[in-house]
């Protein structure tokens, strides 16, 4: 499954069905930069979410909807609902785990 890029216009059907791991993101982040190999990675393996990524700078509408205040956010929602967020940079087990608890 290929990562998402979602926009304000197609974020709600982006999230609709099943387990998925949002990320929150910008270019000139750092830790946004370090975090994105690490979804790439997930996903070639295939995590048990679908992810999809949103550039704050370009769809603001959604980061302020979800009160995103810091980057990266990663939000997991499941069937179209919140479930779940958390903060900062994360490595691959610790976000494995994140998803895991509401498989």
Known sequence: MAIVHATDATFQDDIKEGLVLVDFWAAWCGPCKMIGPVLEE????????KIVK???????GTAAQYQIMSIPSLLLFKDGELVDKTVGFQPKEALEAFIAKHA
């Open 54 to 60: 949103v550039d704050v700078d370009n769809n603001q």
């Open 42 to 49: 997930m996903d070639a393996e295939g995590s048990a979410a």
